[in-house]
């Protein structure tokens, strides 16, 4: 069996020339961006832009990134458009606020929001029957995925399987929360998307990522890395390694190597770069997710509530910080918000543990917070 090949490069800085080397520097092993894009073709690109955040929180693609991938694509003859789904804003808002919209326009590249679907039929045996891949994805010569190297509270990690959830139009991903709540369950959804829309290529901005409370209220993590391939579970895989975060950690991860979808192994990965020794660091802060198993699930009644509250990480709201303004109550599937004297209240028995309210507060009013008995089971 042939390895997957994961390219990565240092680069410390987002400045426009650097960063244009670097893309070029990162594809070159991979056979270049000509490898991927002929003449003519419909390239569409899928930032992390779930949510608009100004760049240098770290919490969505850098719009150099963007930038450089626009110029490769245009070099090797394709037509770029960008596409994503944000969660609670427009397009145009979200790609405003982290800084995309300037690049697409002085570049004159579409933005596509993703409101229109097509159903995708899978074979039994799946969670679901079908799924609503964004259209402009499925009707795409090329897909170019562009995560970003983040903590995520739910699922450990976010880069390159993660990213692809967004392809998902809309608030039908607050309905995929409501129903599969358990992690293991949710990340095998995870695993199913990427395997329906896989992208042809990766490319993972973790020049600056984030860590410790991502995916969105985390803190800038500048790692000063680029790391590509065509196979993302690797990808991801080599970024866990350089980050000290075990990849079968990371469920999603660990359900797509499972699927076959890629290798998470790192002997079965040819790295095309520095070392990995050299590139590791032990900075990064992980987020400890402590989701409900279906055990727990299973208990019905107080007595499962009960169970829940006592032994998984929940959000908690830091009133000082809250302005009320209620997106995260929009925002929650399980309408377990609500406001009280002005500020968000949780109402943990409804509260399902998705985090969605975590990631839309951009106030970073939400946290994640552990209880007492379950930081002394993990002893
Ligand atoms: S917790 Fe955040 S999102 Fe919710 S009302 Fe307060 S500021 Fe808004
Ligand atoms: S309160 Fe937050 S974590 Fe709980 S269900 Fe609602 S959005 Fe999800």
């Known amino acids: 069996m042939s390895k997957s090949r994961v390219s990565v490069v240092r680069c410390s800085t987002y400045d426009a020339a650097?960063?244009?080397q670097s893309v070029q520097a990162l594809l070159a092993p991979l056979g270049g961006m000509s490898a991927f894009v002929s003449p003519g073709q419909t390239v569409l690109i899928k930032p992390n832009l779930i949510h608009g955040t100004a760049p240098e929180r770290g919490a969505t693609t850098h719009p150099q990134v963007l930038?450089?991938?626009?110029?490769?694509?245009?070099?090797?003859?394709?037509?770029?458009?960008?596409?994503?789904?944000?969660?609670?804003?427009?397009?145009?808002?979200?790609?405003?606020?982290?800084?995309l919209l300037e690049v697409m326009e002085e570049l004159d590249v579409p933005g596509?929001?993703?409101?229109?679907?097509?159903?995708?039929?899978?074979?039994?045996g799946h969670l679901v029957p079908s799924l609503p891949i964004a259209a402009p994805v499925a009707d795409a010569d090329v897909v170019i995925s562009l995560p970003k190297l983040k903590s995520h509270g739910l699922v450990v990690y976010t880069g390159c399987v993660k990213n692809m959830f967004g392809v998902i139009c809309g608030t039908q991903k607050a309905q995929y929360h409501l129903r599969f709540q358990d992690r293991e369950v949710f990340s095998r959804l995870l695993a199913e998307i990427y395997a329906v829309a896989r992208p042809t290529l990766s490319i993972l901005d973790g020049v600056i990522g984030m860590d410790g409370n991502g995916p969105r209220n985390g803190d800038p993590a500048p790692l000063g890395l680029m790391l590509a391939g065509t196979d993302g579970v690797a990808v991801?895989?080599?970024a866990c390694s350089?980050?000290?975060?075990?990849?079968?950690?990371?469920?999603?991860?660990?359900i797509a190597a499972q699927m076959g979808l890629g290798t998470a192994s790192l002997d079965q990965i040819e790295l095309a770069g520095p070392p990995i020794e050299t590139l590791k660091t032990s900075s990064f802060?992980?987020?400890?997710?402590?989701?409900?198993?279906?055990?727990?699930?299973?208990?019905?009644?107080?007595?499962?509530?009960?169970?829940r509250n006592l032994l998984t990480t929940r959000p908690a709201v830091r009133p000082e910080a809250c302005r009320g303004c209620r997106i995260c109550v929009k925002a929650c599937p399980a309408k377990a918000?609500?406001?009280?004297?002005g500020k968000a209240w949780m109402d943990y028995n409804k509260c399902v543990r998705c985090y969605c309210c975590q990631e839309v507060c951009e106030h970073g009013a939400i946290e994640l917070a552990t209880p007492l008995l379950a930081r002394l089971m993990r002893r």
């Not at 070099?75 to 979200?94: I, K, R």
């Not at 802060?285 to 169970?307: I, K, L, T, V, Y």
């Not at 918000?337 to 004297?341: P, T």
């Open 337 to 341: 918000i609500e406001m009280r004297a």
């Open 112 to 124: 596509i929001a993703f409101d229109a679907w097509t159903d995708v039929r899978l074979d039994p």
């Open 242 to 254: 350089i980050v000290g975060i075990d990849p079968l950690e990371s469920p999603p991860i660990r």
């Open 236 to 238: 991801d895989a080599v």
């Open 67 to 99: 930038q450089a991938v626009i110029q490769e694509v245009r070099a090797s003859g394709g037509v770029p458009v960008v596409g994503e789904s944000p969660g609670y804003e427009s397009l145009s808002v979200a790609a405003r606020k982290s800084g």
């Open 285 to 307: 802060r992980a987020p400890r997710a402590a989701r409900p198993s279906m055990r727990q699930r299973a208990m019905s009644g107080r007595a499962g509530r009960a169970m």
């Open 18 to 20: 650097r960063v244009s």
